[in-house]
């Protein structure tokens, strides 16, 4: 089946107090974006890649394409036959569901955070191979902390950490599959795509992630990114 990945690239510069998209901003040398679009053109030089992100940032994209292009950047050299941009939009559901829009047929496509650049190539190919066979293969690790359900007055108890996993991305769904939970009407109980599949009849199969699988979303994260990116 055809592979594709749907890159959401839909984050403004607020919470780490950037005038930049978290996306654009410099990770040892490189725009975030950049290190993801490697890690699945590492998985698979032939995947077919489709960029959500706002028009007002399609630009700075084109900058980019430009500046890796005249430098004769090996992974990148393929961005302007394989990667689609297409504009996102006031939400991720309806970010995503503009991307799956431009896709069709059979394939398995994998919806991931443009600003979760530390992926590992294992990771991805382990979300294909689980949706491959299931029709699904979502991305978690498990709590490592004490977590606690709170009421609405206030009062609180404590759970199981045992059998509770943080969802990260990729999500990977054969396509079919996830087109047709996408048509649902949006949620506020969507808070990914898993989400979206699960309010649509379909069952979620867990793959196992990685807690360097973080996402950039703090001035904070991207210290961290780049320590671990210094370890490899």
């Known amino acids: 089946m055809i592979h594709y990945a749907l890159i959401v690239a839909g984050g403004s510069g607020s919470r780490m107090g950037s005038a930049i998209p978290k996306q654009f901003l410099d990770l040892g040398g490189k725009p975030v974006l950049v290190h993801t679009l490697e890690k699945f053109f590492t998985y698979l030089p032939a995947i077919q890649v489709i960029l959500v992100l706002p028009e007002t940032d399609f630009d700075q994209w084109t900058g980019i394409k ?11 050299q393929s961005l302007s036959h394989s990667v689609i941009a297409v504009p996102g939009g006031a939400t991720r559901f309806q970010s995503v569901r503009n991307g799956l829009s431009v896709l069709s047929g059979e394939g398995l496509v994998a919806i991931h955070d443009a600003v979760r650049p530390l992926v590992s190539v294992e ?12 029709g699904s293969g ?21 759970l199981d950490r045992a059998t509770l996993r943080l969802v990260q991305t990729p ?5 079919s599959l996830i087109k047709k ?9 969507f808070t990914d795509d898993a989400s979206v599949a699960e309010a649509a009849g379909f069952q979620i199969h867990l793959v196992e992630g990685s807690y360097e699988n973080l996402k950039i979303t703090t001035p904070d994260d991207l210290v961290v990114a780049e320590a671990l990116m210094r370890l490899h």
């Open 181 to 189: 939970a996408f048509e649902q009407t949006e949620s506020p109980l």
């Open 171 to 175: 999500q990977t769904f054969r396509l």
């Open 66 to 76: 430009n500046s890796y292009r005249a430098a004769h950047h090996s992974v990148i």
């Open 123 to 134: 990771v991805i190919q382990r979300s294909f191979e689980t949706a491959a066979r299931f």
């Open 138 to 158: 979502v991305v978690t690790v498990p709590a490592k902390d004490s977590i606690r359900h709170v009421s609405e007055n206030g009062s609180s108890v404590a």
